[in-house]
Structure formats: structure tokens, C-alpha cells
């Protein structure tokens, strides 16, 4: 099984702006407001995959209510830890020309709140997979994911991990299965900028080295990086199309590797799928449909 953990999930409220202005009354052209959260991302697109998963996280008030209700309504399995108080965060995503975000903090995580979470975790057994994404609230330990692998560990869990330089580094110490930076993440790692795939490779190189077991590395435009188990080294440009929506497109990414890697356990294939799926879901509002990430995957695989 699947799980994947957003500890501070969110409404993102996305709006389109003709000509926002500061200062002055403006008036959206078109509103919508979703689920968002790259562990609940990830779930979503492997929905889509025709893969199944569970969605843990927290979730306090109406706002939270209506995230678990926008998961259910698709078909996604949820395991919210419900807090008492407080409300999951509204995320303000202002589109004028270039993208504006305005993310809210979340609610506070109450001690007995985190304990029935682990009582969730818990019960995850040998080889389910546990994907790790986002960053990590300040009303949750900064070690909250590490201690989630020091427990989980002795059980055989495989982790996903998609998180800022500390939290990825810290994990390393539990050899995951896939980590997911991109190429300015990596940078900040080793303190240079990354702009290219070649310039990325020797530094994923260097997270193997440390502890990952794959290291995927994604560049936008300029495509994708993976190291590989076997130290195997596999780089591709990213497919031509026209970029609609980018929130959401590193997420796909990790939901097709594993999609594929759980399939098959072909790593190579594994990147030309998480490469189409991220590519597929950039190139459209909201999630890629199966049928688009296997065009471009087909494309990719000839």
C-alpha cells in the first residue's frame, strides 16, 4: 500500500487577476478552490494512475472538512488526524501575468494530536510505501519526519521523500527509496547553482553516495536527472508543450516514478514515467489524465 503524509494540507483558493494592483479594488476574472499539499498532489495523480492510495495528514475545521470531502469525491482513501481546533490553511494563488502566492501558516498540532497520528503510522506494514512531502509546519517538531523513519524503519517501509535541504539530508539516514529535489534544492545542498543536467548530475551522485537509494532531480523546462539503485545515470530533456499550470507538475513526477516502479521495478522506465507525468499535468489544469502521461511516455520510451 501507498501512503501518503501532508502534514498541513491546504484550500488553495486560485484566482485569475486581468491587471492586479495593489492598493486598489480588483476584480478576479475566474475563482477555484481545491485541495492542495504535495502529499495529497501525489495521491491525486496516482488516482489518476489507477493507483491506489491513503492520504494522512491533518486536517482542523471547515476548511478542513472540505479537503477530505474533495478527496473522497475522487476516489481517493483518507486518514485525517481531525484536530480540535483552528482551521486547515486557505492558500490565496493570485494569477496576473506572473503567479503571486500568499500561503497561511495552518493550525497548532496539539501533543496527543501528533501521538494518534503515530497510532495511524503504526500500522503500516513491511514494503508499503510512505511518500514524505512538503515542509513542516512550526507548531510540528523539525525532526517530525525523521522520527517517523526512526520508527518506522524496523518495519521494512520504504519512504519517498520530497522536502527542503534539512529535511532531506536527515533522511538519508534511512536510505529512501526515492528522493525528489529540484535542481535549485540540490544547489542549496552543496552551495552551487545547478543549471543544467550536467551540471546536476555529479551532486545526485553525491546523494546516493550519502544514502538515497534513487535521486530524482527535476529542472522545469530543462527536464529531469536520475540516479539510479544501481548507480545507473539516466538524463532526458522535458516533451514540448505548452505550460498551463505548473503547481502540482513536481508531485506527478514522484506519483508516476513510483507508479511505474511499484509496476515493474524498472527504474529506467520508472523516470520516463515520472518525466511524462509531470510534463502530462504542466501542460493542463489540474491533474493529467493515464491517457496523456502514456502518450508522452510511449513518446519518450521509443
Not at 493550525?107 to 513491511?126: A, G, S
Amino acid at each position: 500500500m501507498i501512503y501518503t503524509l501532508t502534514v498541513n494540507p491546504s484550500l488553495d483558493y486560485m484566482i485569475q487577476v486581468p491587471q492586479f494592483t495593489t492598493g486598489i479594488v480588483n476584480r478576479s476574472s475566474s475563482e477555484k478552490v481545491i485541495a492542495g499539499g504535495k502529499g495529497i498532489n501525489v495521491s491525486l495523480m496516482l488516482k489518476n494512475l489507477g493507483v491506489e492510495s491513503c492520504a494522512l495528514g491533518f486536517v482542523a475545521g471547515f476548511t478542513g472538512m472540505e479537503i477530505e470531502r474533495q478527496l473522497q469525491e475522487k476516489n481517493v482513501r483518507t486518514d485525517f488526524v481531525h484536530l480540535k481546533n483552528g482551521l486547515s490553511r486557505i492558500n490565496v494563488k493570485i494569477k496576473s501575468g506572473q503567479e503571486s502566492e500568499i500561503n497561511a501558516s495552518g493550525p497548532v498540532i496539539q501533543k496527543d494530536e501528533i501521538d494518534e497520528m503515530f497510532n495511524k503510522l503504526n500500522e503500516l506494514k513491511e514494503n508499503d510505501i510512505i511518500v514524505l512531502a512538503g515542509s513542516i509546519p512550526r507548531t510540528l517538531p523539525d525532526d517530525f519526519y525523521a522520527q517517523i523513519m526512526q520508527k518506522l524503519v524496523i518495519k521494512k517501509i520504504r519512504f519517498v521523500v520530497d522536502a527542503e535541504k534539512r529535511i532531506l539530508m536527515e533522511a538519508l539516514t534511512f536510505k529512501p527509496l526515492l528522493v525528489k529535489p529540484n535542481n535549485f534544492e540540490l544547489g542549496q545542498i552543496f552551495d552551487v547553482e545547478l543549471n543544467t543536467r550536467d551540471d546536476v548530475v555529479p551532486y545526485a551522485k553525491k546523494i546516493h553516495e550519502l544514502g538515497a537509494t534513487n535521486v530524482l532531480v527535476s529542472l522545469a523546462g530543462e527536464g529531469a536527472v536520475l540516479v539510479d539503485e544501481k548507480e545507473n545515470v539516466f538524463t532526458s530533456a522535458a516533451p514540448k508543450g505548452n505550460v498551463i499550470n505548473s503547481v502540482g507538475a513536481g508531485d506527478s513526477m514522484v506519483a508516476g516514478f513510483i507508479s511505474e516502479y511499484i509496476a515493474t521495478a524498472d527504474t529506467e522506465k520508472s523516470f520516463y514515467k515520472g518525466i511524462s507525468a509531470g510534463s502530462a499535468s504542466a501542460f493542463c489544469e489540474g491533474f493529467a489524465s493515464d491517457e496523456m502521461v502514456n502518450e508522452l511516455f510511449n513518446f519518450l520510451c521509443k
